[in-house]
């Protein structure tokens, strides 16, 4: 059974940095996808960043790109989101997801998602 947990938010100051962690089980990293996503209060969900095996590809979301970079550890099956240089607008829970099968990084194909991690950003 796949699941994925997120860790790693909280509350820092604008400027500040924060490292998020999506730990997965029951899931292989041989061939495998682990997108981020966020939804702000208000808003709707966005996908932030995304990481696949298929020729080992990143991807970031405009408003993040230059400051967060997302990584993996396979020995330990986790997925890392590291965010410097917050602004409040990055105010959000984040949430990590991934596909059941393959390393598409299409939102749309996201099919196990974590309960989320809240990043509290203030001025």
């Known amino acids: 059974e796949v699941q994925l947990v997120e860790s790693g938010g909280g509350l820092v100051q604008a400027g500040g940095s924060l490292r998020l962690s999506c730990a997965a089980s029951?899931?292989?990293?041989?061939?495998?996808?682990i997108g981020w996503f966020r939804q702000a209060p208000g808003k709707e969900r966005e996908g932030v960043s995304c990481i696949s095996s298929g020729v080992v590809s990143t991807y970031y979301a405009d408003s993040v790109k230059g400051r967060f970079t997302i990584s993996s550890d396979n020995a330990k099956n986790t997925v890392y989101l590291q965010m410097n240089r917050l602004k409040p607008e990055d105010t959000a829970v984040y949430y990590c997801?991934?596909?059941?099968?393959?390393?598409?990084?299409?939102?749309?194909?996201?099919?196990?998602w974590g309960k989320g991690t809240l990043v509290t950003v203030s001025s």
């Open positions: 997801a991934a596909p059941e099968y393959g390393s598409s990084c299409s939102p749309l194909g996201m099919d196990f």
């Open positions: 029951g899931f292989t990293f041989d061939d495998y996808a």
